[in-house]
């Protein structure tokens, strides 16, 4: 079932819940906040507890959808504009177990004072027992333009001293925490510092929780050159206003992203899909 509301700060939002999991998703960068399937006690997903929820601003938690760039642009927002406009709602099937909703985000006078091109951005979440997360850029226009891009998703962990990442081992990875050194990771990846990894990989990652022992499986399309590993420690924390001074304690982004070298270029009519499967096995 899928129901409509407003919020107190006239935000949108669609509640779902079905068999097999409840979720929240606001129109605003078609970002969702909540997903919780039922056979899990804890929440998957990681919302700050002082995220802000006003029109313009990005929501701190969920799953931001960064689009067209990722990162830092001069003079421009970070991680693009799609996660600060309001999406359309165009499609949405309901069954007994699994909920499927598609936005789509198109180019207009005010995108285009942001980035040039014609474009048609859809997301289309399928909300079940497991989440698929599927963004497509489509070219509408005339000329070739290149995006990069990423689904920032924030988990929920309970203690990120007993967390760690499995399936990077090998990787090679760009150290945003080392003046962007290029190193090779080994082993399991631990959460003992700040960590703002790209690394090269287009495999399946494993999330395990000790201190609940959750496992969460994070899969991705095959054309995601890249994964992001983000947690912003004790110091970054304090200096972000919508995350509490604690926040980086129960939190970890494991992120499919097209980045620097991943970048795509998009032809005129072709679409790119660029997708995040998550599940937890209990
Ligand atoms: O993906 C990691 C990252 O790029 C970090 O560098 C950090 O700044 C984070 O995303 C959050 O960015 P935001 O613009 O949402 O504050």
Not at 106 to 126: I, R
Not at 147 to 169: N, P, R, S
Not at 241 to 260: F, H, L, Q, S
């Amino acid at each position: 079932m899928i129901s409509k509301h407003i919020s107190a700060s006239k935000q949108t939002f669609f509640q779902i819940e079905n068999k097999a999991c409840t979720a929240t998703i606001y129109l605003q960068g078609a970002h969702l906040t909540h997903w919780q399937p039922k056979h899990t006690a804890l929440p998957v997903i990681w919302l700050s507890d002082n995220a802000i929820f006003e029109q313009g601003t990005a929501i701190r938690g969920g799953i931001p959808l960064c689009w067209p760039w990722f990162g830092d642009k001069e003079g421009d927002t970070t991680h693009g504009f799609a996660r600060n406009f309001d999406w359309e709602l165009i499609d949405a099937t309901s069954n007994e177990d699994i909920d499927e909703l598609k936005f789509v985000l198109k180019s207009s006078e005010t995108t285009k004072t942001l980035c040039p091109f014609d474009f048609e951005l859809t997301a289309v979440y399928k909300l079940g027992k497991e989440l698929a997360i599927e963004l497509t850029t489509e070219n509408t226009g005339e000329s070739s333009f290149e995006i990069t891009q990423a689904i920032h998703t924030y988990f929920y962990v309970q203690d990120v001293l007993k967390t760690y990442i499995d399936g990077l081992d090998g990787r090679q990875y760009i150290d945003k925490t080392d003046h962007l050194a290029m190193k090779t990771h080994h082993g399991r990846f631990d959460f003992k510092k700040e960590q703002n990894a790209i690394f090269s990989s287009q495999g399946v990652l494993e999330l395990i929780d000790e201190s609940v022992g959750r496992k969460i499986v994070v899969d991705k399309s095959a054309d995601s050159y890249e994964t992001v590993v983000w947690n912003p420690w004790i110091e970054r924390s304090k200096n972000m206003i919508d995350m509490p001074d604690d926040g980086y304690k129960t939190m970890v982004c494991i992120e499919a992203g097209n980045i620097g070298k991943g970048a795509v270029n998009i032809l005129p009519n072709q679409k790119v899909k660029l997708a995040q499967y998550i599940a937890v096995n209990h």
